[in-house]
């Protein structure tokens, strides 16, 4: 076997040093009854390494795929470009084949990389600091709800409905599991009006709410002011805690920490990661440093070397299960270590410059399809960074639409209430990129044409 | 045989300092050629327009390379050298997974998209599914969580829900030996549980009397990891399967440690109800520097209600998601896995396949008792008799040499090794817990017990100055963890 260096010599070499005969004698503790003969496993036959990649290859070709399609899909996870340079830095087997890195002398390349990463991550948020990951956006988003209740001391938690609705339920999944009001708030948008009742979330408030939470641009893509929020959490003492999905907007748009966040979290699959059919993306987790104390997850801090040598190790592990056990403020142990390798690497390629020309070509290829959209489909009103709900003016509209789409290589967007199960199935959510082109718009123009 | 001199492979070599990205400040370049629409931005969304810039840096390609294959170089990984890290699996990483995940069918589709368009990732993780349950002898398999501790809260969701589902609320004590992962006792309590610890017998082993002292109708589960954290298989697991089952509570199984039973031993059929795997442990995928794994649970047909949504289903001769169902505990990340991952294990197990996966746990089995029986005369050794995947010593005959194992996992840095698990688990004291995997050359297994052995020696000698102040020869030596837990700083902040 390829990946087994012994030798059967080696093996009863081994075995003599040590006085027994065979493997199994090896196993002499497994009581024989739950011991299975070699072989006896319903598995498919060994392959060979061509046969893995013939596997692969034939699965893979099953799919179709982003690389050579117009591509509008989005909802927490989006086509945008991932320079050559990110795959190569995150496939170095010294990133990629590391542990956490708990022996800090030996892993200082991790560290530093954890450590820039967490420096642009916070600079691009607005705020004060970031750990070194979570899992993916919803359940970071659950982690901060849980955050703002050790924080404040209290328990209630209201959730904007325009966030997006996975988030919402993994958030309302873990919140259940123990002692507190969970509400959401601001459901049920009609007609074409997708967006976020501010009025409606800041009404829910109450002395007992240890945070809020609401997405930024919200789950519909639209942009509005926190402001009358930031102001209504103060009165009421508890945390505004913002939630987003696509984290190229903030080279555009007034970042979370602008916004006045004391916790902001969210996606960073935008950040140089591929879709991957839902994994492995990047959870982003940052607050203010006042609540330090209180946060999830794994953090990388500066410290030195007994010679003074500017180094980094991992900080602040009391909050942590390995040493807290289950006064932890998570059980997060394993988080998405390389992926924030892949992240810091994006964002250096990227610098100001290039992230800005990212949301400036996302943002304008939305700019471009509203701008011509015809009269029988409708988009909401209001800012929109790179993603909206287009309405049709009914179910079999907008099927006769992605139909005529799809026939052409155009993933068009997502039926809403595949993701949103409340809503009605005439609107389609829709995301764009840096990877759009102007004649993808043109396509998908002349594809709404059946929709009439 | 090796030529002495170049045994221990840890040298000097050209050692580059690198600064931090933010100071190799000069103007940014046009770093990267972008795709894309020019075209005029909305004045509503203009309104909103970010007023200072975020900072980022930004570097050519050529100086970003560099940058990053310099900080590569300063980090241990398992394609450089023996990774003896106890309770991890740190086995090689296959490159041809590497490979295959990245084929543009499987890492440029999303989620959402329609399924008829992504039966081929569908198909794929549907076998993995099927084959995690057959390898555990837990059928029902959700690949939602995304690590382990994540499939412990899974597994602990579940549980409790079954036991609410059967009126019997009153359920919430978790039972969690003394040795076990600190992951456990963090997953119960964020599950709304209260963990109880149980005292390991003197065996290092879970204590039959302890346990039934402990069992009573209050009981939700028993946590427990088998072969133990202490590198020693549970012989008596039927009978504290039985026990906790005629008190009415479940067996949660945690797959730190399955790399020992792979192929040979299904937990399942040993009276686990539920049981979580660590695919970046036994089944290859890398680590990354803490990150991504997965965690999949496989339960038996009494929590098989109770498993996440969206789950993978086959129909006939398609594949598809199911997004709700009302016993579901209902969604626990915002995909349904983190397929990248996924591939990976499902390449590893189909290289092994149905003749070779038993000997995954027979060669990490061979490879940790040949490295306990070439150093158990000359380290302490807490529990006898034979050890699964791993083996435990501690510093006990060092201590009396002024020697603890922080100096012993130091110093093996300099003799070009990862050091093992250390100071866990937390029932013996000073533990050095060593987990070869199967991927370990016989070879590379003596230079680690010669350097081991050599350390002995030289606390024996009395030559013990080179092992307190080791590692000497990596380009930072012992960091001060004080004083970056105390003043954090977490960010770099310009002068």
Redesign the interface.
Known sequence: ??????TET??R???E??GLAT??D??????A????D??S???????S?A???R??????????????SA?F?G???Y?H?V?A?V???????????????Y????????L?????F???I???T?M???N??M?????ATAEAA?MARRVTRKSRVVMAGSV?P??R??T???LS???GEYVEVGMGQSGTNFGTDLEKVIDAIDAATACVIVQYPDFYGS?Y?LAPLRAACDAAKCLMVVAFSDISA??????PG?MGADIAVGSGQSLGI????????LGLFTCKQKY?RQMPG??????????G?R???L????R?????????T????????????AA??Y????????????A??????L??L?SQLPAHVSAAN????NETVLSFTDNSARERFLAAA?AQDI?AG?PLE??D?QAASNHLLVA???????SD?TDFLAALEVAK | MINPDYKYSATNGIQHEEPLLFEHAHEAPESISLPGVDGPLSDALLAFARKTPANIPGLSEPETVRHFVRLSQWNHGIETGFYPLGSCTMKYNPRVNEQVVRLPGLAHIHPDQPEDTAQGALELLYETQQWLGEISGLPYVTLQPAAGAHGELVGLMMIKVYHDARGESNRRKVLVPDSAHGTNPASAALCGMQTVELKSGTDGRIDLDELKAHLDENTAALMMTNPNTAGAFESDIKEICQLVHDAGGMVYGDGANLNALVGVARPGDMGIDCLHINVHKTFSTPHGGGGPGAGPVAVNEALAPYLPVPRIVNNGDSYALVHSDENSIGPVLGSAGQTGVLLRANAYISAFGRQHLHQIAEDAVLNANYVLHRLKDRYHVPFEGLCKHECLLTDELQHSHGVKTLDIAKRLIDLGFHPMTVYFPLIVHGAMLIEPTETESRETLDAFCDAMLEIADQCEAGDTGILHEAPVKPFRRRLDETQAARNPILTWKEQ
């Open positions: 076997m390829r990946f087994l260096p012994h080696d093996r070499a081994m075995l040093t040590m493997l199994r090896l196993f002499a503790d497994v009581p009854e739950f011991q299975m070699a072989g496993l319903e598995l498919a036959d060994a392959l390494e046969g893995i990649v596997k692969f290859t034939r699965a893979s070709q099953k799919n179709r795929n982003a690389s050579n591509y899909l909802g927490g996870t086509h470009f320079p340079v795959d190569y830095v995150i496939s170095r087997g010294e990133f990629l084949t590391a542990y956490t890195p022996q800090p002398e030996i892993s200082q390349g991790t530093q990389a954890l450590f820039e967490q420096t642009m916070a600079r691009l607005g004060d600091v970031s070194a990951s899992y993916e956006a919803a359940t849980l997006n996975r988030y339920s993994v309302a999944n873990y599991r123990l002692e942009v002011d903030f080279a555009l748009i007034e970042s602008a591929p879709m991957g059919f839902g994994g492995p993306h330090l794994r953090v990388c801090g500066m410290t030195s070397d007994v010679n040598k180094g980094f190790v900080t602040l592990s009391t942590e299960q390995h040493i807290r056990r289950e006064k932890a998570s059980n997060i142990c394993s988080n998405q270590g390389l992926m924030c390798t810091a690497t964002m250096t390629l990227m610098g100001d410059a290039g992230l800005a020309r990212v400036m070509h996302s943002a304008a290829a700019q471009s509203l209001g800012a929109h960074y799809r993933f997502i595949q993701i199960p764009t990129t840096e990877m759009v082109e102007a718009i």
